[in-house]
């Protein structure tokens, strides 16, 4: 294991922060960073706005008007940077005071947090040497509770992978809604009798309006034959989506 | 004999009673597993070096028209308990690349592949379009995602490896790049969820 895996300041707090507080009020996120370093090192902090694409992933926007659903305005960093020293712990205050009059039912921004770049680059004839920095991408998500939300989870693709031993399904499915959720979906697929050949449940994921989410599911031991996929996405708010689809192996 | 029995059966009542009181006082026993959130990447290098060799000789371009560079990547994740599982992404991205270079990925994830789930847990897929079964994609000053579905996991002594090559496009936009600073070309890799 490289050393430098450990020499870094590194983030032991979720790489996701989820508010649920009324409009006009006041919250502080703590960001627990450690040096995991025996050296002093300068982090940096930084905040940007994105969106979701549901090819592309999160698309950063760096410009300085903030985009319609973001938080960033409402956000106080306790500093742009800090040296931490060697194998401290500490955390970075955040606070977040909520507009009164926000009438979206989520907003979002990202703050990067940035190691140094290692090393610089020198100068060479014919070499190109680029300097590497980590930065961990910590999302802050409000959902507000003052306006009417809704979950759409959209099932887009379904891809067979036959090549195992057993059969594999990757579905892809984006959030049509403008509220933010947890789901997990239920498969079952059955026989043309209606008997139950195959039921497994995925684990829980977060998705967010307009994100695409991967939901996989492995070890599909069928016959040849044609059968009925049935699909439920259960989302924490309540929510349930149903989709069904005919599928011959 | 009587009233010794009566005596016994109170003295089994009260052991029973203080028993189960004492019992109770353990009900609400905080444990802590230790498990706790975290987020690390690393790669083994710190830096990431083209060398399209040095002309000698007058009327000499470089001597190569493109150039090879790899790293590898490790990381461990352990994401917040609601619900955020195999979420996380790791991304790339290039600042102040050369003008008239354009620089190819692929990610190999050969060496982690094999890697036991129940003893490594979910270390993620390659995003499409940086396998090692195609030719790789384009990175530059955006950042790309390269490996998705990253859920509670640890890569050990195993590691993606990235495979870089750089090309030279366009020779008559190449400029002499910074050597330091916030013009110094740096490679940046990004967790997040």
């Not at chain 1, 960093?77 to 205050?93: A, C, G, H, Q, Y």
């Not at chain 1, 789901?183 to 829980?204: P, Q």
Request: glycine letters at 8%.
């Amino acid at each position: 294991m490289p050393s430098l895996l450990f020499s870094q300041v590194v983030v032991n707090s979720g790489l996701t922060q989820i508010i649920d507080a009324p409009l006009g009020t006041a919250q502080t996120l703590n960001i627990a960073l450690q040096n995991n370093s025996d050296d002093a090192k300068r982090v940096t902090f930084a905040l940007m706005d994105y969106y979701n694409d549901c090819n592309e992933g999160y698309v950063y926007v760096d410009g300085e008007e903030p985009i319609e659903s973001s938080c960033r305005p409402w956000l106080t960093l306790e500093n742009t940077e800090l040296v931490l020293l060697p194998r401290e712990k500490r955390d970075f205050s955040v606070l977040v005071n909520i507009p009164s009059n926000y009438n979206l039912p989520n907003a979002n921004t990202c703050l990067f947090i940035n190691n140094t770049a290692l090393v610089d680059s020198v100068q060479k004839a014919g070499v190109i040497q680029f300097g590497v920095q980590i930065r961990y991408g910590v999302n802050i998500i409000y959902n507000n509770p003052s306006v009417q939300s809704s979950v759409d989870l959209f099932t887009q693709s379904l891809v067979i992978d036959t090549a195992g031993v057993n059969y594999a399904f990757e579905l892809s499915l984006v959030n049509r809604g403008n509220a933010s959720t947890t789901f997990h979906t239920k498969a079952s697929i059955l026989d043309m009798e209606g008997n139950m050949v195959y039921e497994n449940t995925s684990i829980r994921q977060s998705i967010q309006p307009q994100q695409c989410r991967k939901v996989l599911l492995e070890n599909i031991d069928v016959a040849p034959g044609t059968y009925e996929l049935v699909l439920l996405h259960e989302a924490d708010s309540g929510d349930v989506f149903g989709v069904s689809e005919s599928i011959t192996f | 004999m009587k009233k010794q029995i009566k005596n016994l059966k109170w003295i089994s009542v009260f052991s029973l009673i203080a028993t189960l009181s004492y019992g109770q006082s353990y009900d609400q026993q905080t444990v802590d597993f230790g498990i706790s959130t975290h987020s690390l990447v690393g790669v083994d290098a710190n830096s990431l070096t083209f060398n399209f060799g040095t002309p000698t000789s007058a009327g000499d371009g470089y001597s190569l028209t493109s150039a090879a560079a790899s790293t590898n990547l490790y990381y461990s994740y352990m994401p917040t308990g609601n619900g955020n599982n195999n979420t996380a992404v790791v991304k790339v991205q290039f600042t102040n690349i050369p003008q008239g270079v354009d620089v190819v990925l692929t990610v190999d994830n050969s060496g982690v592949s094999s890697l036991s789930s129940t003893t490594y847990g979910s270390v993620g897929t390659v995003v499409s379009g940086f396998e090692t079964t195609g030719s790789g994609t384009a990175v530059g000053s955006s950042p790309s995602s390269i490996i998705e579905n990253i859920g509670a996991s640890y890569t050990g002594t195993a590691y993606y490896t990235l495979s870089y090559t750089a090309s030279v496009n366009d020779y008559s936009s190449l400029e002499q790049t910074s050597s330091n600073g916030a013009n110094a070309p740096t490679i940046t890799y990004t967790i997040t969820n």
